[in-house]
């Protein structure tokens, strides 16, 4: 049974910081890529970053220079480092699994808020 557990969102100032862990456990399989999406109310669900196995990050551009991703691949965790969070960051932000075969795996969420 794969368990995909996330933490770290809570609320935050605008230009202040947050670090999200996403653990991954049960899995027997090398995970290809992970990676972080996120979702606010009405609307799709998007990439925030990416990163694969071998090969570099992909960021989208709004968050391209203040956030980065990074993985243990030792401990199946990933992690994303958002500094200068701004208040169009808000939303909850979901952890990534792809094991290269079969279903990728997503995490519960974890709610991002960033206000004054």
């Known amino acids: 049974q794969v368990q995909v557990v996330e933490s770290g969102g809570g609320l935050v100032q605008p230009g202040g910081s947050l670090r999200l862990s996403c653990s991954v456990s049960?899995?027997?399989?090398?995970?290809?890529?992970m990676g972080w999406y996120r979702q606010t109310p009405g609307k799709q669900r998007e990439l925030v970053a990416a990163?694969?196995?071998?090969?570099?990050?992909n960021y989208e551009d709004s968050v391209r220079g203040r956030f980065i991703i990074s993985r243990d691949n030792a401990i199946n965790t990933a992690y994303l480092q958002m500094n200068g969070l701004k208040p169009e960051d808000t939303a909850v932000y979901y952890c990534?699994?792809?094991?290269?075969?079969?279903?990728?795996?997503w995490g519960q969420g974890t709610q991002v808020t960033v206000s004054s």
């Open positions: 990534w699994i792809d094991p290269g075969r079969g279903p990728s795996y």
């Open positions: 990163i694969p196995q071998l090969g570099s990050p």
């Open positions: 049960g899995g027997g399989f090398n995970i290809w890529a």
